[in-house]
């Protein structure tokens, strides 16, 4: 890829900490201020796709050519020190106080007969040097340090070199970044460091950088230290930033709902993930079989399943076809539908058009989340996972609320109306809050008589208004002139 970070499935972030007036930046996607891939160049225009947008104008003997890129696609540039090929690019202004360095390049061996070879530089209004990134040659001061690259950003800071010689005729990932507290190295491995240098440094708003070269240590092209090879990708950014792939890997949190021949699975997004793989199995622990994969969603709905079955479920996140980490394992036995018992006359909660109730079955609302709701004619009301009913149209409808495993099914009546006059209706009541209950056409003609298994948490008036007094669960009655009982319904009041 020829992107730093990816951008993320569902939700963007960034998370910011400041250290000394200065910014290190935890993201899934930062702008670098200049870019250079090389995939849009012309003649000896090389395009910065950056923030800057300063192009540069390649140089030498010959301009440097171009060859396949880094990763299979696009283009990278070969450089070669013979013909004194380089790029510059300026005037521009580079920050001094923080500062990430990320680059794609290969070189075929050790620099013979030179100290070193310069991959980046930059200078001042006057060439002289501010700071480079270079590849030892066989002629270095320490002949350890030979085919090793090395990062000087800073003039009161040690250089940061790398441990291993990368002159092996292969692209290497490298990434270089600093927050004027500590310098890191990393090498293909963007989750571990290969180099950490820890250290106070002063920041240089005072020295002014307006120059990038590529592959030589300054914009005279007289001066030595050209380079030999490929580059591409070249990207500097004015934080330091923390690259996207050392985030660690979060776990999907499977949840599973049963239905009619069905159920439904969710899950919350992972960060790296590109897809996901969804496992079955008739037995806990497994073994599973794919059931389907390369989902780009967070949900799934196993339709090809027998009711009173019980099925076993994980979730596997993949990263460009590996999978990277599994869910919990959630089961779920799907179940026929129930039709809601017929009477003649029925307790109901009644709601204007438009308006919202919430139901619950639990003093903890969050068990709401965790049943199944449904609405028997949502053109008269929905539900929804959390248990809310919101009204659509005048009529009838009866919500049903199910546990995901079957064993707990009840029913509540809505009727729904143009008009309840100033009632202020709902079941899940806090304490003052009052609600209306009918069992007719919301025209009182049924003789009833209701009555609060407890009237210190809740009364109720001869025409069905409830009052909610204190905190506590009661269960309220409708009785028809004969005694019988045509319809119970518990309050629940919160504080």
């Known amino acids: 890829m020829k992107r730093l970070f990816k951008i993320g499935i569902s939700i963007y972030f960034v998370f910011s900490i400041i250290l000394l007036g200065q910014i290190t930046t935890f993201a899934d996607e930062v702008k670098p201020m200049f870019e250079y891939n090389f995939d849009n160049d012309s003649g000896t225009t090389v395009i910065d ?224 993930a590109t897809g996901y793989t969804v496992k079955r199995a008739t037995s806990a622990g497994g073994p599973y079989t794919t059931i389907v994969s390369d989902l780009t969603e967070t949900s799934y709905t196993d339709t090809n399943v027998t009711n009173g079955t019980t099925y076993y479920y994980i979730v596997s996140a993949v990263n460009n076809g590996k999978e990277v980490t599994n869910s919990n394992e959630v089961s779920a036995a799907p179940n026929a539908a129930t039709t809601p018992p017929a009477t003649e006359a029925k307790l109901k909660v009644v709601l204007e058009v438009s308006e919202a109730l919430r139901l619950s079955v639990d003093d903890n609302l969050n068990i709401n989340t965790q049943m199944v709701w449904s609405s028997s004619v949502e053109t008269v009301a929905t539900v929804n996972e959390k248990g809310v009913v919101t009204a659509v149209a005048p009529g009838n409808t009866v919500i049903t609320v199910k546990s995901v495993d079957g064993s707990y099914t009840d029913y509540i009546n809505v009727l729904v109306v143009e008009n309840a006059d100033d009632y202020r209706l709902a079941i899940d009541l806090k304490v003052g809050d009052t609600a209306r209950l009918t069992a007719d056409d919301f025209t009182n003609t049924a003789n009833v008589t209701w009555a609060p298994m407890d009237s210190s948490i809740a009364n109720v008036t001869s025409k069905g208004k409830v009052t909610a007094l204190s905190k506590g669960l009661v269960l309220i009655t409708a009785k028809d002139n004969e005694g019988n009982i045509i319809g119970r319904v518990y309050v629940r009041v919160r504080e």
């Open 49 to 272: 796709s950056g923030s800057k947008r300063q192009n540069g104008t390649a140089k030498g003997t010959e301009i440097s050519k171009l060859i396949t890129g880094y990763d299979g696609t696009g283009y990278a540039r070969h450089f070669e020190k013979a013909k004194k090929q380089f790029i510059k690019f300026g005037p521009l202004s580079i920050n001094h106080d923080a500062r990430s360095i990320r680059l794609k390049v290969r070189s075929n061996g050790i620099p013979a007969s030179v100290q070193s070879e310069c991959i980046l530089s930059t200078t001042n209004t006057n060439d002289q040097l501010c700071s480079f990134v270079k590849i030892n040659g066989d002629k270095c001061p320490n002949p350890e340090d030979a085919g090793k690259i090395e990062f000087n950003i800073l003039l009161n800071a040690a250089s940061c070199k790398s441990p291993v010689n990368i002159c092996d005729g292969k692209w290497h990932d490298i990434l270089y970044t600093f927050d004027l507290k500590t310098q890191k190295l990393y090498i293909d491995d963007m989750e571990n460091p290969v180099v950490t240098i820890d250290g106070d440094y002063y920041p240089r708003s005072s020295y002014t950088e307006n120059r990038i070269t590529l592959g030589s240590y300054s914009q005279d092209s007289n001066n030595g230290g050209f380079f030999e090879g490929d580059l591409d990708n070249i990207q500097i950014y004015s934080t330091a930033i923390i690259p996207e792939s050392s985030i660690p890997v979060t776990s999907p949190n499977l949840t599973a709902l049963s239905g009619d021949t069905k159920i439904d699975l969710t899950w919350d997004a992972v960060n790296k």
